[in-house]
């Protein structure tokens, strides 16, 4: 949020908080690897139009909501990770313990 106010502030430009507060908004959806529709980017330009404070209510709710998903979700070994090779998985798709799921390891 207050990366919002900050672009705004070096700004004149009418709109300036609309786009970072969409910015905002689609970074929260690409973070956790959700894919937008048509009717979905336009109700997200709706959800810019309001306060920053909204947006990153909403921001986190997408993150927590993404964290919650995964939490509660059976772990998924690919083969490469029972076989015990950590350091490749295809697609980075693995939740395996000692991967993490960590994408510096999965190219």
Known sequence: MAEVY???????????????????????????????????????????????????????????ANVAGLAGAAPILDEDCLAGRHAWCPGGLCQCPECRHDLRRHP
């Open 6 to 64: 900050a672009r705004c502030r070096i700004s004149v430009r009418r709109g300036m908080m609309r786009e970072a507060n969409l910015a905002l908004l689609d970074d929260a959806c690409k973070q956790v690897g959700v894919s937008l529709g048509k009717y979905d980017c336009q109700i997200m330009a709706c959800l810019a139009g309001w306060e920053p404070e909204t947006c990153a209510v909403v921001a986190g709710l997408i993150s927590r």
